[in-house]
């Protein structure tokens, strides 16, 4: 199972259509449901379950086992970044997130001693967003190096 945080967002929902297409459909999405517009992009795309952003730590406290990765896209998902970077350390839970600024995640991954098993900034910028998904699914695959990544360099 992928968790992708902020999955009825543009990147996001770029990213679950690349993730369907590489036969990846076991995705719980996280958004906020009172947002209609997002909801709508995930029309006609393949996922197992939608949670809010509150239930998320819990979600993933309960279901760790059948987690393979942590995929964070969304701004509202950059708010929970310390509870969120704290729980893929609990559990071993690799996480990558996807940014077109500096976020809490990277003072994390600066100054925290504790990190997850495996995690991955990606810096873009929006002209580059349709690179996006190609990038998360070679640091999906290439789980060797942990660190911040420029898109242009992925």
Avoid at 10 to 27: C, I
Avoid at 102 to 120: I, N, V
């Amino acid at each position: 199972m992928i968790v992708l945080v902020g999955g009825a967002g543009q990147p996001g929902d770029n990213l679950v259509t690349a993730l369907n297409a590489a036969n990846f459909n076991d995705l719980v999405i996280v958004f906020d449901h009172k947002n209609d517009k997002g909801a709508s992009s995930l029309n006609g795309k393949r996922f197992t379950k939608k949670i809010r952003y509150k239930e998320l730590t819990r979600f993933l406290d309960v279901n760790q086992l059948h987690v393979q990765f942590v995929i964070v896209t969304s701004t509202d998902g950059f708010q929970q970044a310390e509870p969120i970077w704290n729980t893929c350390i609990q559990w071993g839970l690799p996480l990558i997130v996807a940014s077109t600024e500096k976020t809490a995640f990277d003072d994390l991954a600066d100054k925290s001693e504790l990190k997850p098993y495996y995690w991955s900034i990606i810096k873009y910028n929006e002209k580059d967003i349709t690179e996006l998904p190609r990038a998360i699914l070679e640091r999906m695959h290439d789980r060797k190096q942990p660190g911040v990544y420029e898109l242009a360099g992925v």
